[in-house]
């Protein structure tokens, strides 16, 4: 490995994680058009949106657990079998001639928990694979691969291969699966956390849920992610009403929507090649004041005006400081957590950080029912100003201190 690289067992890792996020893009588009072929009710359909993510809810916790008790690259290759296998059969059923909404939403389930096992792996294996001076570049990096096949590949990917027939839909992710499954077995070595002691699951997860209450930094980091995430998610559920049809106060197409909404998906692909500069200029602690700041212009510009370009380059800004502060915190949480507990902390973590997105969504279709749409995007632009107040106290000299005591930790382990 170069004084400035990541080496080959990453650029590995990044090729896998690449092929394995088309897959997703290319699924999670053609799961939903599929199920229109079965059923018109909007229920049903948001139903299958809600099956895919309740695994995050249920199993998230528990996939912690497994991560930091078995070997990662191994539990990813399993995660991605099961994938490839789930949406093998639901093609041959469709095939066949037996597929229905039911199999769609069993399916959706199944991957779902797939993915909570893949995701918490993946996240939890980068720390033994590159120096943890270099895990912003690192982040950053599979960051970018992942935004560009998830959200500008695998989407319009997907609708093509729909077009073209389910079997090729569903066949396509499955092959994709199998070769992200090839090139992670070139990943050698094992990566499996040091354990002290027989635990049951059930203390394992209980001991990481302890760390990040015990972790004033990583917790106070968490419920800002799940404060943003709630209004982001209050602010989309009801967006489409604002911006599409003759009636609403933007009158787009479906089109121009989905064009807008890729504004936020190229800010976030250049975020992540920002970030690791931003932090080297600004310091890790200004630099999320930043993020919060340009987060606000994503939630709240639609309450100041209709124009979609202005809207549109606030979703710009807003993709780019998003993803700055993905790359700054999770390579923060990557230093400070033991690498034996960091699955089960990145469980916690994001269980509290994506709970709160169906809440949000209830909360933006209460509001914008009660008051007016516009009304969701002035409360929610507030709940994100309201950000500013902890960074106060998360200073650069909190989080050195942070990873300094890590550092000590495993010294003193060493010896």
Known sequence: MTATGLGARYWKLWTSA???????????????????????????????????????????LTAGALADRLDRRRLMLVANGARALFLACLTVASIAGAGSLWLLYAAAVCIGVAETVYDTSAQSILPQLVPRERLSRANGRLYAAEITANEFVGPPLGGFLVASGVAVAFGAPVLLWVAAIGVLLLVRGRYVAERTGGTTIRADIA????????????????????????????????????????????????????????????????GTFLAEPAERLLG????????????????????????????????????????????????????VTPTRLLGRLNSAYRLLAWGTMPLGAAAGGVIGQLFGVQWVFVVMGALVVLQLIPMLWITDRRMDEAEAAVEVEATSVDR
């Open 18 to 60: 690449g092929l394995s996020n088309l897959a997703d893009g290319v699924m999670k588009v053609a799961l939903p058009l599929v199920a229109v072929r079965y059923t018109d009710s909007p229920a049903l359909i948001a139903g299958l949106a809600f099956a895919f993510t309740l695994p995050w809810l249920l199993f998230a």
């Open 207 to 270: 001991e990481g849920l302890r760390f990040l209450r015990h972790s004033t930094l990583l917790r106070t980091l968490a419920i800002m992610v799940g404060i943003f995430n709630f209004a982001s998610s209050a602010v989309f559920t009801v967006f489409v009403l604002y911006a599409v049809g003759p009636q609403s106060a933007m009158k787009l197409t479906d089109p121009a929507y989905g064009l807008l909404l890729t504004a936020s998906a190229i800010g976030s692909v250049l």
């Open 284 to 335: 890790r602690s200004r630099a999320l004041v930043l993020t919060i700041v340009g987060s606000l212009f994503t939630v709240a510009t639609p309450a100041f005006t209709a124009n979609p370009f202005i809207i549109g380059a606030g979703m710009l800004l807003g993709g780019i400081t998003v993803s700055i502060w993905n790359v700054i915190t999770v390579s923060l949480r990557q230093r």
